[in-house]
C-alpha cells in the first residue's frame, strides 16, 4: 500500500515595487517583506510603519511604511488577504531591514485569501533579471 505525498516547494516571489512574500507550511500565510536590492536602495532605514493587526488588504494595497536618511517608500502587499501577524522588532529597531531585508526584518504575516495571486509574481531568476534592467 502506497501513500501518495503532494509537495510543494517554498519559495520567495518578487513583486516590481520590491516587495517578497513566502508562503508557509501551512498554504495559507504568508510572510512579507522588501527585498534586498530595496533595502539597499534606500539606504540606512531609520523607520518602519507596520500594518495593523486584522487589516483586510487587497493586493497592491499599501499597508506601511519604510524610511530612511535617504528617502521614504510605501510597502505594498504583494497579496490580498488579512494580516494576522507584524514584526514588532521593527519598530525598536528599523535598521534590520538592511541587515536581514529577507530573513528576520519580515514585515507581516498575511492570511493570503486566494494563492493563486502567487502566480503572477516573479521567481528569484525573474526578479534578479527585472532589477538588472532597471540598474541600466
Known amino acids: 500500500m502506497w501513500t501518495q505525498l503532494k509537495i510543494t516547494v517554498l519559495e ?11 508562503l508557509s507550511g501551512d498554504g495559507k500565510t504568508g510572510t512579507m517583506g522588501i527585498t534586498e536590492y530595496a533595502a539597499k ?24 511604511a519604510v524610511e530612511s536618511v535617504k528617502s521614504a517608500s510605501d510597502i505594498m502587499t504583494p497579496v490580498t488577504g488579512r494580516v494576522v501577524d507584524h514584526n514588532k522588532l521593527l519598530e525598536e529597531k528599523p535598521g534590520q531591514v538592511n ?20 502566480d503572477s509574481l516573479m521567481d528569484r531568476d525573474g526578479y534578479t533579471a527585472f532589477t538588472e534592467e532597471q540598474a541600466e
Open 12 to 22: 520567495k516571489k518578487y513583486t516590481e515595487d520590491h516587495e517578497w512574500v513566502e
Open 41 to 64: 536602495q534606500l539606504g540606512d532605514v531609520v523607520f518602519v510603519e507596520l500594518p495593523e493587526l486584522g487589516l483586510e488588504v487587497n493586493k497592491g494595497d499599501p499597508i506601511g
Open 99 to 118: 541587515k536581514s531585508p529577507e530573513g528576520d526584518a519580515w514585515l507581516a504575516k498575511i492570511e493570503i485569501a486566494d494563492s493563486t495571486e502567487l
